[in-house]
């Protein structure tokens, strides 16, 4: 698909509005160009919400709520399961424009509306679930069960790098859930936010429930900040980095609201000197390399056990010099653009710093003579205790740690403080028994002989320490969207108390 039919195959004008309050608004806040990284060219306008719009939208999804949470959760999942046809329809010009704005290859742009789909199939099963327990009461004819309820409108936040599956793990969820919502996207892909609220406004038009999804495209100021310290919003959703879950997650926590922190990573794979090291290879390098390292599953730290570490670096030297890297729409290319001119000068400002710690640079590190924000992915070999590997750099960066023994390695691994994803190349059982064991990996998703990159959907997605603890997706995530009731039902003629107390 061209650059130039994207956005008429999406329906989207070329100035579009950024503001739905269970309807299309203006859009009153200042205007926005959402660049395309690869080519440095605008893609469109955004009008961005403001305070007026950023209340309508909380009022909509306020008064959609009172509707939507007394619809069975079967019907609330045909409305879901609707939206996931329409994003099979679309998932093509859909893919590509999350290319353009991101810069992620036309198989990651697709790949992340795929999640999208996958996730909305799952969240259509869900919505005949929703299960609570049922507990033995210690009193005679009385029965007690735990009920979930949906909790409310939720505010979700979402980062650039997954400017579209990050927004349905918790839209598609909640919405099952009977919550109704309102999103702010981040300001560096605004149209991929405007094109998936049209796909919900096409669903759902007409049936009622036009307020359940809304939509505010705009800065911290007057959204951002306003999400978070609304108290008619019981949970924010939100996803970036640690300094943005810092300040959501105090400010949430000073109006006793709820949060569910998706934040930054700083992943690492430990190779043993059993592992099959082609594998590693390929592990290491998509991992490291895809998405120009702008995941947060990101690999970041390679952990080399010292016997298979000069040639590991052999192997991986020569794979970096074979990646394909330029337009992301373009067939056969594997390594895109950074998203912008300061994430590359970032990266490179990172380097710097990691070569006065003792590192050495051992490929890549050039950016090409074209146009775009484009930077060879780059290998670089780091002392151990090298503090600059204590810290999340978003770019196409990887650490090449040497270590003595698998316990060194486990104590690099979780030796930062951020706890995402991790992982382990070993054919010995009983390392990665070890690895997976209570005193292995810390880190919310632990891998065996795959990379640190690419979860499916049904798992539960997060970490832990300063990743900030949230899961999203699948297994029992939804319950983070929904409130938890015990119930109690006394259907005997008298009235016992529970611990056996006599009162009267
Ligand atoms: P960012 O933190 O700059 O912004 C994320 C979102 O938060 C944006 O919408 C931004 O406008 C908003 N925001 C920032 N400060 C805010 C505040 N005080 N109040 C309300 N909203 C605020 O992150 P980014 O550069 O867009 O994304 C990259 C980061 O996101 C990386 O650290 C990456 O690891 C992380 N990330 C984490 C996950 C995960 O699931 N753990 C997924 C994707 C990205």
């Known amino acids: 698909m061209k650059r130039e039919s994207v956005l008429a195959a999406l329906g989207i004008e070329p100035i579009s509005s950024g503001a739905y309050a269970g309807g299309w608004r203006e859009g009153s806040g200042p205007s926005i160009e959402s660049i395309d990284p690869t080519t440095e060219q605008p893609i469109g306008t955004v009008r961005m919400a403001d305070a007026a719009d950023y209340e309508a939208a909380v009022q909509a999804s306020v008064d959609a709520f009172e509707q939507w949470r007394m619809v069975p959760a079967p019907q609330r999942g045909d409305y879901v399961r609707q939206i996931g046809n329409a994003l099979r329809e679309y998932k093509e010009p859909l893919g590509a424009l ?99 609220q049209n796909i919900c406004h096409e669903v759902m038009e007409g049936s009622g429930f036009e307020g359940v999804f809304n939509l505010t495209v705009g800065d911290v100021d007057p959204v951002g900040a306003a999400m978070v310290d609304d108290p008619r919003l019981p949970l924010i959703a939100a996803t970036g ?27 690492a794979i430990i190779v043993m000197d059993d592992a099959d090291l082609d594998l590693a290879v390929r592990g290491a390098l998509f991992a490291a390399a895809g998405t120009a390292g702008q ?16 040639l590991l670096a052999k192997k991986l030297i020569a794979a970096y010099g074979q990646i394909p890297m330029g337009d992301p729409l373009e067939e056969g290319t594997l390594v895109g653009p950074l998203v912008s001119q300061s994430a590359v ?23 090409p003579d074209r ?12 002392p151990k205790d090298a503090p600059i590997a204590q810290q999340e750099t978003f770019g196409p960066m990887m650490y090449f740690i040497e270590v003595d023994s698998f ?98």
């Open 241 to 267: 980095s640690v300094r943005m879950g810092r300040q959501v997650g105090t400010q949430v926590a000073k109006r006793l609201g709820r949060s569910l922190l998706e934040l930054g990573g700083n992943n």
């Open 98 to 196: 999350v290319s353009m704005e991101v810069g992620k290859i036309r198989a990651e742009g697709e790949g992340e509306i795929q999640e999208m789909i996958d996730i909305a199939d799952f969240a259509v099963g869900l919505s005949r679930q929703l299960y609570g327990l049922t507990i033995a009461s210690e009193r005679p004819r009385h029965r007690m069960f735990e009920q979930w309820q949906p909790l409310g409108p939720v505010g979700i936040i979402s980062a650039f790098n997954f400017p579209a599956a990050v927004w349905s793990w918790n839209a598609f969820l909640a919405a099952v859930c009977g919550d109704s919502m309102i999103w702010k996207p981040s300001p560096v892909t605004p149209l991929t936010a405007v094109a998936i």
């Open 407 to 504: 316990e060194e390695a486990l104590a690099v691994n979780n030796g930062v403080p951020q706890g995402l994803s991790s992982a382990i190349f070993t054919d010995s059982i009983r390392t990665s028994e070890r690895f997976l064991s209570a005193e292995g990996s810390d880190c919310g998703i632990a891998n065996v002989n795959i990379g640190t990159s690419g979860a499916e959907i049904g798992g539960a997605f997060g970490g832990e320490k300063e990743t900030g603890g949230g899961r999203q997706a699948g297994s029992d995530s939804w319950k983070a969207y929904m409130r938890r009731q015990t119930v109690t039902v006394n259907w005997s003629t008298d009235l016992p108390l529970a611990q056996g107390v006599e009162f009267g």
């Open 371 to 382: 146009q775009g924000f484009f930077l060879e992915p780059m290998l670089v070999k780091l």
């Open 295 to 310: 995941r947060c599953t990101s690999l970041r730290r390679l952990i080399v056990h010292k016997d298979i570490a000069d």
């Open 345 to 367: 000068d970032n990266t490179k400002a990172a380097l710097e710093i990691a070569l006065e710690q003792g590192g050495e640079l051992l490929a890549g590190g050039n950016e």
